[in-house]
């Protein structure tokens, strides 16, 4: 997707080999008009998918979900990190490891906003390894619904995440492809044109 390439490449910063920070447009401040973009690309890949229900993880999944969601008219769920006093029962959970911060932990979603007959749709703002969408695909099959499958804002190739969940027979769909980072810069995976 040629209008958020060209935001990586104006206000992405490549920290380091491994991480890119984008606190200006997905992390801290969102951009708006290009999350609506980000979500109707989402909605046009998946379009025929019949999908009825997005799933995310809170924080940095909510926004291009909702704008997704907008765009296919279809509710928003997302996981919860935190456990919440007044979600306790009926929850479905997943246990995620976190390899940024070296720990895991627990994220839930409430079993009635996924009921059997759902078609789910898991988005989220970034595949590194691929950990919180094994969570998210573990509390989808938890909850017994079918996912037509997986839609990620910025996918870092070079990191296993992507190849396991295609590997697995799982559709995933990057909007922007990163190949390679080096201290400040980012090296996108050439475009397939179909
Ligand atoms: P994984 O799920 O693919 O295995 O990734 P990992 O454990 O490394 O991700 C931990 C957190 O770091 C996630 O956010 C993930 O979105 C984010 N992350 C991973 N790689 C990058 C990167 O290169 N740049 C940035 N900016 N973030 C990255 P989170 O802790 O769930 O935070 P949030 O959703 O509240 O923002
Ligand atoms: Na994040
Ligand atoms: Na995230």
């Known amino acids: ?35 609506k973009a980000i979500g109707e690309e989402f909605a046009s890949r998946f379009h025929k998918e019949g999908v009825t229900k997005i799933l995310t993880l ?23 990190k935190q456990k919440s006093l007044t979600l306790k029962s009926d ?6 490891y976190s390899f940024t911060k070296q720990e895991s932990n627990d994220i839930s979603v409430a079993s ?8 789910v749709f898991i988005i989220d703002d970034f595949l590194a390894n691929g950990e919180a969408a094994h969570g998210l695909l573990s509390i989808c099959k938890q909850a017994n619904v079918k996912v037509a499958g997986i839609g990620i804002v910025i996918e870092k190739m070079f990191q296993s995440g992507g190849k396991k969940l295609r590997e697995a027979g799982i559709r995933v769909e990057s909007l922007a492809q990163i190949e390679k980072l080096e201290e400040g810069k980012v090296t996108f995976k050439e475009e397939e044109y179909c």
């Open 58 to 80: 809170e924080s940095s999944g909510i926004a291009p979900s909702v704008m997704a969601g907008l765009a296919m008219g279809v509710p928003v769920v997302f996981a919860r």
């Open 91 to 96: 929850m479905i959970r997943a246990r995620v």
């Open 112 to 119: 009635k906003y996924l009921q059997p007959e759902d078609k």
């Open 1 to 35: 997707m040629e209008l958020l390439k060209d935001k990586i490449r104006k206000e992405g910063k490549a920290l380091n080999h491994e991480v890119l920070k984008v606190d200006s447009f997905l992390n801290h401040q969102i951009d708006p008009v290009l999350m």
